[in-house]
């Protein structure tokens, strides 16, 4: 007989995902989280757990404010309609939310700003002066993402004011090297402004004691993360600056008029306003959930780009606040696709309604969840294995053993399936039930991909025994219509069973399959009994074959979205990181004669300027060494503004023929990468490099 699955005591289980930006589209990169979260929570209750899923669009900051601004509408009308795009984003994908909020809400509100007022109540905050970059063109202070410059720890360009994406350091804004403002480019100047300052550094002690203990559920992060903690414990433990000055959208600071509560200490604080609304709605208590003695389980999923934030802020935040601390926090990798960051030229960087347009969502599900693990590595989605693999699996494994026996139950046997399979069916099932407790453990452990295997194998033996019985040739014989019921009824249960074991991934398919078979929704449980003597309706096909057209208008799609004005290719990955862009192929090659024609030197700009009746052209003033300069017309205004540029070293072809514009002469040009308007970069040497220094 096939043992049980084993049912643990039932589970209390609050679970959140990051909360999107009110900012823009959910993507493909996005959906990996939430597809990962949904398909773990849906894994619990359908164990039979008390399990709660929570979630809001983060909607405070100065991105939010500005695009308001840009459209002409308050923030508040900007974020309900991207809640709005979001949450129907997320249901077409089959994320199934027990609350979907925002953090625009009057529980976020008192739950923050009380959370402040204990913080300082326990002398964990400071107010003191700073000095802060102001944008004099925009006339405000400058948000962190707001500034870009060189890392002051590993040197890489173009880093944010708060970390660095190459090295993950974090730092002052006004540590950043050659900084430049991201909204207006000019560069900022220093003022002075009061801030109110979350003590991390006296948290190092509770901290440690929360990372390394070894609870009774596990310790709180993957190893990946531990390790990424201990340096940032071996670097020092920086306070944490947790106020903006107005202008800024978002809740203002107790007690301090004109000062703003910084959008990351609000937006953890979402996860608990959320619930708390779910709680009001629903009867719930939320004291059992978040108390600091609670016994009931919370969990956290979280990109690898926001660990900083959620393993050593917040549980800080909570643990000196009065609240509980999350069991574990789930971290993952980013998305790639076809091996390379999203690219809006090469059509990769796919919204969530875009591929609704074109694809089943299910199969991404699928396919997303084949790949991953519990570890934090990137996901790569490769367009031909993603066809092969959904074609092969869903269509060529999984749904083909219900389109290959459903019929005969139909049209011979009056849709009712047989008082029992035969003697190698029922080995077969038995194989399967037994698989229940693995594939449960591997589900509960987040290791995914291995459930989808070890499904699929299954599946294949399902597919081996009905080949090998061959009900199409048994029903053609009188004499062996009844071991040819017993064969297809052990088909459809092993369809059954796998439907079970692909419901957390496949929640539609899943339905559609339930209503076929006439039977109630499937709990995890039911993999313990069979179908017997029962009458299923007629079967209807589940599942099309990906066809390479699909994919290509899916990117062709993506790629017409680039704005035309700019026709430049223009990537981004999940949360803002580095940009990749397309590189065109080399050209023919030349010999070192050829090149050593070319006079390359390194240029200092000592004036720019705008060219009146030109869109793209700045006028430079360079310094090529020796007190020669020289007027060069570029047509880099799509990137740069003339401040942008003054002081800045480049590359310039000093022996470029002079050439005569109706704006002037130029006499020379500077070098750039990239292929135009936005998305270009000025060639700039090391510092050290003195103007007139040959390029050799």
């Known amino acids: 007989m096939p043992s049980h699955p084993a049912q643990p005591m039932t589970r ?28 773990w929570v849906r894994f619990q209750k359908m164990r039979g757990h008390e399990c709660y899923y929570v979630c809001a669009d983060d909607t405070h900051g100065t991105p939010v404010m500005l695009r308001a601004e840009q459209e002409g509408i308050a923030p508040e009308k900007l974020i309900a309609r991207m809640q709005q795009e979001h949450l129907r984003d997320f249901t077409d994908f089959h994320i199934a939310f027990d609350n979907y909020y925002s953090t625009n809400s009057e529980e976020n509100r ?38 870009k410059g060189e890392c002051p720890r590993c040197h890489a360009p173009d880093q944010y004011g708060d970390a660095c994406e190459r090295c993950g350091a974090t730092y002052d804004p006004t540590e950043l090297i050659n900084p430049v403002s991201a909204i207006s480019g000019a560069a900022p100047v220093r003022r002075q402004s009061e801030h109110h300052f979350f003590k991390l550094s006296q948290c190092r002690d509770f901290l440690l004691d929360w990372v390394r203990h070894e609870r009774s559920r596990g310790a709180p992060l993957q190893d990946e993360a531990h390790n990424k903690l201990e340096e940032w414990f071996d670097a020092g433990l920086r306070d944490w600056d947790i106020s903006r000055d107005a202008p800024y959208f978002g809740f203002e600071i107790p007690d301090a008029p004109g000062k703003f509560l910084y959008v990351w200490l609000d937006a953890p604080v979402g996860y608990m306003a959320s619930f708390r609304n779910l709680c009001d709605r629903n009867g719930l208590d939320f004291d059992e959930f978040w108390a600091q003695d609670s016994t009931t389980e919370l969990y956290h999923f979280i990109g690898k780009d926001i660990l900083y934030f959620h393993a050593l802020f917040w549980p800080a935040t909570l643990h000196f606040s009065g609240y509980r601390t999350p069991d574990r926090i789930f971290v993952h990798g980013f998305l790639t696709v076809d091996g390379q960051k999203m690219s809006k030229s090469r059509g990769t960087f796919i919204t969530a309604r875009s591929f609704l347009n074109h694809i089943d969502p299910e199969y991404l599900r699928y396919y997303l969840a084949a790949k991953l693990n519990e570890r934090i590595e990137d996901l790569d989605l490769n367009f031909d294995d993603f066809t092969a693999r959904v074609n092969s699996d869903l269509v060529g494994k999984y749904i083909n053993i219900a389109s290959r026996t459903a019929g005969f139950i139909s049209d011979r046997f009056g849709g009712t399936l047989a008082a029992r399979p035969d003697a190698d069916g029922a080995a077969l099932l038995a194989r399967m039930q037994g698989a229940a407790d693995d594939i449960a453990r591997a589900y509960e452990e987040r290791r995914y991909g291995e459930a989808v295997r070890t499904i699929m194998e299954l599946a294949d033996q399902a597919n081996a025994y009905i080949n090998d019985r061959q009900p199409w040739r048994l029903v ?75 994919i290509d208008a899916l990117i062709g799609e993506n790629r017409a979205q680039l704005p035309a004005k700019e026709g430049a290719p223009h990537s981004e990955t999940r949360h803002g990181a580095a940009q990749q862009h397309d590189n ?10 050829d090149f050593t024609r070319i006079d390359l030197r390194i240029a200092k700009v000592l004036a720019a ?37 003054i002081g800045r070293h480049t590359v310039v072809v000093a022996n470029l023929a002079p050439r005569k514009m109706r704006f002037g002469v130029s006499e020379g040009m500077v070098l750039a990468a990239g292929p135009g308007g936005k998305d270009l970069w000025l060639i700039q040497p090391d510092s050290g490099a003195q103007a007139g220094m ?3």
Request: charged share 25%; proline share 6%.
């Open 476 to 550: 053609k014989d009188p004499a062996s219509l009844e071991h040819a019921q017993e064969v297809c009824s052990a088909g459809i249960n092993a369809f059954r069973l796998l439907t079970l074991y692909l419901k957390p991934i496949l929640p539609r398919m899943a339905a559609a399959v339930e209503e076929f078979l006439a039977i109630p929704p499937l709990a995890w449980r039911d993999a313990a009994e069979l179908l017997t003597g029962h009458t299923i309706k007629a079967y209807t096909h589940l599942a099309k074959r990906v066809e390479r057209a699909q």
């Open 12 to 39: 209390k289980i609050l679970v959140t995902s990051a909360l999107p930006y009110a900012n823009g589209s959910i993507h493909l990169g996005h959906l990996v989280e939430y597809v990962q979260t949904d398909i």
């Open 110 to 147: 008192e739950l923050s700003q009380d959370i402040y007022r204990r913080l300082r109540q326990r002398c964990l905050i400071e107010v003191r002066p700073i000095e802060q970059f102001y944008d004099p063109v925009k006339q405000m202070f400058l948000p962190d993402r707001y500034i």
């Open 694 to 696: 040959r390029v050799k």
């Open 609 to 645: 300027e705008d060219v009146e009746g030109a869109d793209k052209l700045l006028r430079l003033t360079l310094d090529i060494g020796d007190g020669e300069t020289r007027q060069v017309f570029a047509g880099i205004k799509g990137k740069y503004t003339a401040a942008d540029l």
């Open 584 to 593: 065109p192929p080399a050209v023919e090659t030349i010999s070192i004669e």
